[in-house]
């Protein structure tokens, strides 16, 4: 069987890549993810500025998944891009593609980090415009709004000739009608959904454990929610979607495939299974397509849409 998958006419040798954040943004865990069997990797989204996270506790596990508010700590695109450049160059023989994902405050920011991270050669660009714990030009996460959400897109485009991922968020009542409106603005490829947002409060203490009060949600959890996203994004958009959140078996990796994902991103589920959860959720996967007679993922995408 080949898990062999394509998106944007980049070559992932599966479908499996690890999503934007969860192991930092750092060159070598990205490699050493590559290693233990990835299809791909993102980096954590780089800023035009260096950032420094929120105060502790900024992660927590509360038992079905991850809640956190770190605040997108990251040292800057301008220092990012080397980083990003020497880890392109190892996975680059491994033969796993390179995600470098961005964000900014501002659009016109979004366009300049696209550009820095740019030199680094990336295969694609991830544009998070749908971070829940940090501040924005207009008060709330460009992905809120289908206006917004077009804007950044449209800004990043005409900045980088690399393909560009944009990342939507769940917090919002049509996920499709941002979809779409991505898609027009030239998204080449959509990513959904990043963390739902949420707050867990300590009785003993009496106030939310998170010292940003609120997080972003993530594990399993959020998976139906994502599914869904996944599934209403496929009847909205012709471009591929990355299908993310709550994803941990190849169960849950070929659910995301029915529902119209092209690539599944894994972010949690490296908590609780480790650096090899990508390599082995791909193999799990293998073997419950030739399960089920399905001869390549190719052949199981979509196939949940009931057509009346
Ligand atoms: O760094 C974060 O707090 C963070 C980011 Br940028 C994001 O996109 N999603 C998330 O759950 N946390």
Avoid at 246 to 261: F, N, P, Q, R, Y
Wanted: aromatic fraction near 4%.
């Amino acid at each position: 069987m080949t898990l062999q998958s394509d998106c944007c006419g980049v070559y992932f040798p599966n479908p499996i890549v690890l999503a934007s954040g969860i192991l930092g943004t750092e060159a070598g865990l990205l490699v050493r993810v590559a290693r233990s069997g990835a299809g791909g990797v993102t980096s954590k989204s780089a800023s035009p500025r260096h950032r420094t996270r929120h105060p502790n506790p900024t992660v927590l596990d509360w038992g079905y998944g991850l809640i956190n508010a770190v605040g997108l700590a990251n040292p800057g695109v301008a220092a990012e891009a080397p980083i990003l450049r020497a880890a392109k160059a190892e996975l680059q023989r491994l033969g796993v593609p390179l995600i470098a994902s961005i964000f900014a405050e501002t659009v016109a920011g979004f366009a300049f980090a696209a550009e820095t991270v740019g030199r680094a050669a990336p295969d694609l660009i991830e544009v998070n415009i749908s971070c829940p714990n940090v501040g924005h030009e207009l008060g709330k996460p460009f992905a809120l709004e289908p206006e917004s959400a077009a804007q950044v897109t449209a800004a990043v485009k005409k900045a980088t000739e690399i393909p560009i991922i944009v990342k939507l968020s769940p917090n919002v009542t049509d996920i499709a009608e941002i979809g779409a409106a991505v898609e027009m603005a030239g998204a080449d490829a959509i990513a959904a959904i990043n963390s739902v947002a949420g707050m867990l409060i300590d009785i003993h203490a009496g106030r939310p454990i998170l010292a940003n009060l609120e997080g972003g949600i993530s594990g399993p959890a959020i998976r139906p929610l994502a599914v869904l996203a996944v599934y209403k994004l496929y009847e909205a958009v012709n471009v591929p979607i990355i299908g993310i959140g709550g994803v941990s078996t190849g169960a849950d990796a070929l659910e995301m495939i029915m529902a119209g994902a092209t690539l599944v991103g894994v972010g949690s589920a490296v908590r609780s299974r480790g650096l090899e959860a990508l390599g082995t959720i791909a193999t799990e996967l293998d073997a419950l397509l030739a399960e089920l007679g399905y001869t390549s993922p190719d052949d199981a995408r979509g196939i949940a849409h009931v057509t009346s």
